[in-house]
């Protein structure tokens, strides 16, 4: 089952509003098993659309047009795609009495074009449109792909298919069988290396599927099952994820789309009632300020200290000036010290310290050389070294996600760092 | 001259991503007179994506890809977009440079399938890819439409495709004359209401044009002129600027892509040797990180304080509790002694402090309530209290920026906040 989405709209083709209709409506077709291969933007033009919808009729089983429902002249999405399935246009009485009653009410002048929203395809099923006038229509075609008309602003399509027009083709199509997936993220590993490392379960997917994804400093992996039962999915999906985390399980930190390295943590540190603290150089103050995105994370952050300069390594931490001479700023001792300063200034129970090169160079240490310390209870201090890239802000971000990662790992009783 | 863009990538035809970027290749492609009559979303597929490139080229002077140039055995746009304009893939030596490099200075094991991010069509050109390693390309063919391949991350599609394809398409395209463009930078107006005041500007462009983009926090405009020399160019981007100015001038920051409201600040502390410190309470570090992304900014900034909870604003700020008591954590009281106690303890010029609600409700007052403080040499400590949304890391961006436009202000010898 191949459906095609075509966005109608001059706006969109000129990039001056973005799409977020068509990955909506892929979203919830998947749902029932009814995959896009192809979706199209086109503009507010009678041709172009009819072609469109030419080249998508030889490739898709059902068609699926968003836009151009309303009032105004460039609104032909309807007209062209009656002439396109040979139908006549009827009006929805219902639709068109709101249309009407609206006018009356708010004494606004009634033209001959705000009926036209109320027309929908004579052997079609009018679907109606909960926060806006112009209808909606599914035509199920016997002699070519079936077509569904949505209307463009967001908030008229999402109800308009979610409680409309998805039963219709539930019914339609006689969909059996639910789609699920789940998201896996890890931290610590390239998307190069995860894809090479699980090559055999991403190249032979069929059922499950398994698609990584690249975010900023991490990558996702999404499982997706098709099954006749949620509990069906739920076990083809278990199975997979068991297949993954016996190859990069020791990356893995949790859940979902929505989730973070910084959540997971905050979760953590919540949980076991640990308050945690930082002494910031060359992060500047993003460690603590990632940590702040956490809902809640009051209850286990006081707050902590910026100390770019070494100065203020001296002034603030209570580090002695000697240690910093014999050492040099980028040093295990400085990160070390960093720590246990912080911890004890804050009175904390864990304590995070990154001292490093962002950019350029620094006591000849090239940019990406960073010391992170961890002060955790009573435990000796520890600290780890990492060698970044050259770039000024990514080396703050990657330094900000390797403590993130390291506090998880010590709340948890892991090794500090991954295996690389 | 007709382009059609095709976005590639199964994540974006399930509607797992949104495609951003299709939307700011048509704006950016438009400056440069050049339409898109179709906009093409199909997936990972060798066949599928040699059937649209094959219905685009004939509809399209110029095919634009973008994404499936990564290193995962699923990004295959390079290829097959090789296979069907007949080129062959050649390495761009630099690009693979970096990447040798980076594997080599990050110890990473590098696979052969890294080396395929540095491959480009034979007869093409390069396109530099600053944030990340896919090389780009622009194939001006012989025997039917130009190709340009462009990499999926935002992050790395926008500056190759800004600095390094537009310019390479000016120059191929417009055969006498040439396309400048400057682009101005405004905080604390927004998109609707500058676009509002500046309508005649803007809707009556023809050459020069006038283009908005709202940013985070900002919006910029890109006035783009054509003419026949750089001379001429430049005289009509004066003669707009100049007329845009009269309108919104009071919110101009400063001029470029690259330009930051925090490389402002920065360049304006350096330039009048001011240190700067700050006392973060809802911030939490984001705006001393902030400023961190700026370099050189350790010439100025030697560190600061989050102090997050009430306990330690007394403890590092000296504070006295009573005055938290009496006032309360987010009032003016308690913002002007978090600046001035930031202000001694770190030996500054400058001192700026953030107590504000990032969500939910604090002392009976809403999210987005932030008063900032701002200490200034012997000048008496100033506070202002502003009101932002209900979405916790929006409101504390906004007070970052606000704070940094305060620093701007004061040093300037500006009203502290534009008028409203």
Redesign the interface.
Known sequence: MQAEIIAVGTE?????????N???????L?TLDI?????????D?HE?LL??LD?ASK?ADLIITIGGLGPTPDDLTKQTVAEFVNQALVEDQPALAKIVDYHEQTHRPMSDNNRLQALYMADGEPLLNENGFAVGCFYANPTGPDVLLLPGPPWELEPMLVKHALPVLAEHYQQSGMLLSRVLRFYGI????L??QL?RL??DQTNPTV????KAHEVTL?ITAHAQTKDAAIKLIDEMEVEIMAEVGEYFYGYGDDFSLEACVGELLINSNLHIT?A?S????????T???V?GI?QV?????????P???IA?LDIKPALIEQHGVVSEATAIAMAQGAKK??AADIAVSFTGV???ELEGQ?A?TVWIGLAFQDEPVEAVVY???T???KN?ERAVMAGLDMVRRKILGLPLVAH?
């Open positions: 969109i083709l000129l990039g001056q509003i973005t799409d977020t068509s990955p909506l409506v892929a979203r919830l998947a995959d896009t291969y192809y979706q199209t933007v086109v503009g033009n172009r072609s469109a080249i490739r390239g998307e190069s290396r894809v090479t090559a991403i190249d698609a990584p994804y690249a999404r930082a910031e060359m992060t500047a103050g993003l460690f603590q300020s940590l702040g995105k809902p009051s952050f006081d707050g902590g200290l910026v100390t770019y300069s100065a203020t390594k603030l200034q804050l962002a950019s350029g090239p990406g060698h970044f890239g770039e000024r802000q703050r690389k």
